[in-house]
Each structure stands twice: as structure tokens, then as C-alpha cells.
């Protein structure tokens, strides 16, 4: 059971790059997340996508676009990576509706000098 | 405003002994809560999650968490530790509908002493 998975794991980049971060689950949920974990700060939500063609900010949306490619897949982009954006970012998904829980994908390490 | 508190940043405890996580919580709505747990260079494990009925609910590897209305609060316990659990542990709450919206606590790290 693959579950979340996330690409890449591992990245660099400098300052003023750009890239897509890969989310893509095989549970057939509806609703998928993107979170961005910083030391002492817990997770922080980014962005959601409760459904299919929609998609809405969470907590901490400056600096990031996303896409919900399909019923599958969730991209997070950066358009412009600043040093702060350095941090651990994880993808989930949800079955949707009523008392279900998140399923969280293995992260992907960031770090943008 | 919503927030989770988990006020111990950093618990060590000998294998072996009984364990007590702390998660204090404000939320406007009815709150659904949970815990999870993250080794590691991993990804977060739910261990336990609450919504209503019973108010000590049991999770995965031995753990329980009993919910306090009155307090706000949502501890997490282990009668006995193994070297095993030692691990990041978050406690986190969102809407009953909307189960992956969460809002997460700063997160407490737990080592264990042989």
C-alpha cells in the first residue's frame, strides 16, 4: 500500500527558483493538504482542496500556488523560493465527510539558500 | 482564536515507566482531536483521535488519551514505555467535517533512558 506519496524528497534550491512539489495518493480520498513543518512551530496548513476543482488557502498561503491535478494528485508550487520557505513539507489526504482522519505522506525536505 | 498548546517541549522518561503527554486546546466549534506520533525523517502516524462518546479513547501501541471537556484538554498516556516510543508526539484539532484541516500543536519530543 503506497498510501501519500511525495516527490521529491530531498531539494535545494536557490533563491528566486522555482519548483513544483509532487502529492499523489491511492486511496481514492476527496480532500488532500499541503503542510509545511518548521522546528518548534508544529505543522502549519498551506493550502487544501476539500474536493475535486477546488482548492482554498489554509494558515500560511503567501508564496506558494497549488493545483489539484485530479482526483489523485496535489501540487504545491514555488514560484519564488525565498530562505524562509526553507522547512519540511508534507502532503495528506482525507476520505472527506464526516469523523475521518489524515493520512500524511513521508515529507519532503526543502532547503533554499 | 484556535491554537493547540502542548506545554512540554521535551519529555525523558526510563523504559518502563508510565508516561503523561500534555495538550491543551481553544476551538469555537465541537472539537475533533487527535494525536500523532513521528519518527524520525517520517512522516505523522495517527495514534488516537477523538470526537465524542466515550471519553478515554484507546489508540495504537498501548496508548490512550482521555479527553477533559472542562479543561480543554486531551492527554495522552502509556502505562509503561519502551525504547521504541521514543519519537515526536503531536496533538492536533480540527472540524468533525473536515478531518485533515488541522491546527497542530508546537509538538513534544520523547526520549527514553534505558
Known amino acids: 500500500n503506497a498510501g501519500v506519496t511525495q516527490t521529491p524528497k530531498f531539494q535545494v534550491l536557490k533563491t528566486g527558483q522555482s519548483m513544483t512539489l509532487q502529492c499523489a495518493q491511492d486511496?481514492?480520498?476527496?480532500?488532500m493538504y499541503w503542510y509545511r513543518q518548521d522546528p518548534g512551530m508544529g505543522l502549519r496548513l498551506i493550502y487544501y482542496?476539500?474536493?475535486?476543482?477546488?482548492?482554498d488557502k489554509g494558515e500560511v498561503p503567501n508564496g506558494y500556488n497549488v493545483s489539484r491535478l485530479n482526483k489523485r494528485e496535489f501540487s504545491l508550487r514555488l514560484e519564488s523560493a525565498a530562505p524562509s520557505q526553507t522547512s519540511v513539507y508534507f502532503c495528506?489526504?482525507?476520505?472527506?465527510?464526516?469523523?475521518?482522519?489524515?493520512?500524511f505522506g513521508q515529507g519532503t525536505r526543502l532547503t533554499v539558500v | 482564536a484556535q491554537s493547540v498548546t502542548q506545554p512540554d517541549i521535551h519529555i525523558t522518561v526510563s523504559e518502563g515507566a508510565s508516561l503523561e503527554l500534555r495538550c491543551n486546546y481553544s476551538?469555537?466549534?465541537?472539537?475533533?482531536l487527535f494525536w500523532y506520533v513521528q519518527s524520525p525523517g517520517q512522516g505523522l502516524q495517527l495514534l488516537l483521535k477523538?470526537?465524542?462518546?466515550?471519553?478515554l479513547v484507546q489508540g495504537i501501541k498501548g496508548f490512550e488519551a482521555e479527553f477533559k471537556r472542562s479543561q480543554s484538554s486531551f492527554n495522552l498516556r502509556k502505562p509503561s514505555v519502551h525504547w521504541s516510543d521514543a519519537a515526536e508526539y503531536f496533538c492536533?484539532?480540527?472540524?468533525?467535517?473536515?478531518?485533515?484541516?488541522?491546527?497542530f500543536g508546537q509538538g513534544t519530543e520523547l526520549s527514553v533512558k534505558p
Open positions: 477523538y470526537f465524542s462518546g466515550d471519553t
Open positions: 486511496m481514492n480520498h476527496n480532500s
Open positions: 495528506a489526504s482525507t476520505e472527506g465527510g464526516l469523523n475521518t482522519e489524515a493520512f
Open positions: 482542496s476539500a474536493s475535486e476543482g477546488t482548492t
Open positions: 476551538y469555537g466549534a465541537t472539537p475533533y
Open positions: 492536533a484539532v480540527g472540524p468533525y467535517n473536515q478531518g485533515g484541516k488541522l491546527i
